[in-house]
């Protein structure tokens, strides 16, 4: 065998598995299968495989994923720094695709960091409804941030809090929610070799405390007639089917959904219960309710081409609630009652997005709790920043923008949601980052590009990836660029000024033309190297 597997961890498999075992083990001499997803804020599966220079084959369980072949290098092309696919393992596909979103809903993605789970759901939302992305570990947010922003995610929220505060502050508030549990990673084993060594660290015992917690927490803030999708990439029953087992028995209310018959699926494993059961204590659960489990998914390695999942569709017996009237993110009278009254905190918001070496003068790192007040009307200049962002919007963007104008830490956002829901949270991102005010011209921030499309703004060069310029902008470089290639619309006929500069027509950052010179304003913390 190729990879170092723990050996308890095998002879566990081995009981388990029965007859199955020796599939499951030679699992691990197959080559590990790469894949991306195609992020459809960007580009229609369609266009891009027109466009794609990789050979693929499609993933069975997700409609935008497909297969790369080996030796091909998905990480290393301008397309990829244009945001137009994600690199994802194929089994982690498939707990987004049971979420059921679509645009307009509220969806809360809980355990998110680095974000491949986020930017799939961002592509169902289509910049509708409001999407919260969190992750407990300030340092992995920075790439979750990154992330969101990268994929063009124009109505989401990143937040580095606990679940149970996210609780208190959006009670029966989201109609999906995604919980991609910490779990001691088996299925990881071959990617992550490191996983392997640090099994024994993560143990099952630990993380089901951690699981059950999460778990309690999402139930607290799903609408009524919401949906759960609870996923792991380990094999241990104890994380997987006894997890659903406790919360059927303790959430009446809900109800597993049967996975589709999708190929490569196989059910849960209910039989693999009984003897957790016999342990008792806090793990026990009814044998109804263990029986249920079948009703769960797993993706094995040995039967897909994938490295294995776990996932059960946990739906909420209620009525659901109608999002169809336009007013995604507002609160409901009811709502509205519960966040009044709530004091603001006074420490900074997060880091400058698009710059992760550096920080704006005066503000501490990511994750600081939000700062309600200077969004409230007391800071001075407020109003004048809020006017040059939408000066520069009405120059340069015809895109019609989601949600409000938002002040956070002298910067602005087009935030889904209203600053008092995220009054004394530790907010990364409260929305989409427009820009900041420098020296009194409003600076456009880098995020604001890469969510835009070509069409979306009144200056646009046209980048070509076949000829390496692209790659050029990408590293930095200043380019050469005569004014005839700027493409000017609307009230900015002329070149000077920002330029959304795009390769093949999908943007990829800022930069400014003055007299024949593209300024790059791509950030370096982003480069290509
Ligand atoms: C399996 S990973 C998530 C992968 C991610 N969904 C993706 O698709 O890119 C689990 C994440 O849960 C986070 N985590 C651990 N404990 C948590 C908790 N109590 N609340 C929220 N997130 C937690 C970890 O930091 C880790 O980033």
């Known amino acids: 065998m190729a990879v170092h597997v723990p050996m308890a961890f095998l002879e566990k498999m081995q009981q388990l598995l029965g007859s199955d075992y020796s599939a499951f083990l030679s699992s691990y001499d197959n080559p590990r299968y790469a894949g991306i997803r195609v992020n459809t804020l960007k580009i229609s599966v369609e266009s891009f495989l027109r466009l794609s220079p990789f050979e693929l084959r499609p993933v069975p369980w997700c409609p935008t994923g497909f297969y790369v072949q080996e030796g091909q290098k998905p ?83 990143v937040l580095n809090e606990s679940p149970e505060r996210i609780a208190d502050a959006f009670p029966a508030y989201f109609d999906k929610i995604l919980i991609d549990a910490p779990c001691s990673g088996e299925g990881m084993f071959r990617k992550d070799e490191d996983m392997a060594r640090q099994w024994e660290v993560h143990s099952t015992s630990k993380c089901t405390v951690m699981q059950k917690d999460i778990l309690k927490s ?6 009524p007639g919401g949906r ?11 994380e997987n089917e006894a997890m659903i087992a406790w919360f059927l028995d303790r959430y009446p209310d809900f109800e597993l959904v049967p996975l589709p018959k999708e190929p490569g699926f196989s059910p849960g494993r209910p039989e693999w219960l009984y003897r957790l059961n016999a342990e008792g204590g806090d793990a026990a659960f009814s044998s109804e309710a263990a029986s249920l489990t079948a009703q769960c998914g797993r993706l094995w390695p040995h039967q897909v081409e994938g490295e294995g999942h776990f996932l059960a569709v946990l739906q909420h017996k209620g009525p659901a609630v109608n999002r169809d009237n336009g007013a995604e993110g507002q609160l409901s009278r009811g709502e509205r009652m519960s966040v009044r009254g709530r004091e603001p905190q006074q420490t900074s918001p997060g880091s400058k997005p698009g710059k992760t070496n550096r920080r704006p003068a005066g ?7 939000f700062k309600g007040r200077e ?19 009405s120059e340069h963007v015809t895109a019609k923008l989601p949600g409000q104008p938002l002040l956070f830490g002298g910067h602005v956002y087009q935030s889904p949601l209203p600053k008092e829901q995220l009054a004394g949270l530790k907010t990364v991102r409260p929305g989409w980052y427009a820009g900041t005010v420098k020296n009194g011209r409003f600076a456009p921030g880098h995020p604001l ?5 070509a069409g979306e703004a009144n200056r646009v060069l046209n980048l070509s990836q076949e000829n390496g310029e692209a790659v050029r902008y990408l590293k930095g470089e200043t380019l050469n660029v005569p004014a005839s290639r700027i ?42 190297t």
Request: with cysteine; aromatic share 10%.
């Open 75 to 157: 990480g290393k092309h301008p397309y990829y720094h244009a945001g137009l696919y994600y690199i994802q393992e194929p089994s982690a596909m498939a707990p987004v695709e049971m979420l059921d979103v679509s645009p307009g809903q509220r969806v809360l993605d809980l355990c998110a960091a680095p974000g491949g789970k986020t930017t799939q759901i961002a592509a169902k939302l289509q910049g509708e409804g409001v999407l919260v992305a969190n992750d407990i570990h300030a340092d992995r947010t920075k790439a979750l941030a990154k992330n969101v922003e990268l994929y063009g995610v124009r109505n989401a929220v």
């Open 218 to 223: 999402a139930a607290a803030m799903l609408a």
């Open 228 to 238: 759960i999708v609870y996923s792991t990439c380990t094999f241990a029953p104890e």
């Open 363 to 369: 503000h501490s790192h990511t994750g600081k709790a």
């Open 375 to 393: 969004s409230a009307g007391k800071v001075p200049g407020e109003r004048e920043l809020l006017d040059c962002w939408q000066q520069f919007a």
């Open 449 to 453: 590009a890469t969510a835009l499309s």
């Open 487 to 528: 493409e000017c619309r609307g009230i900015q006929g002329f070149p000077k000024g920002y330029v959304l500069v795009c390769v093949d027509g999908v943007s990829l950052g800022w930069g400014k033309w003055i007299d024949g010179m593209l300024k790059n304003e791509y950030p370096a913390g982003w480069r290509w």
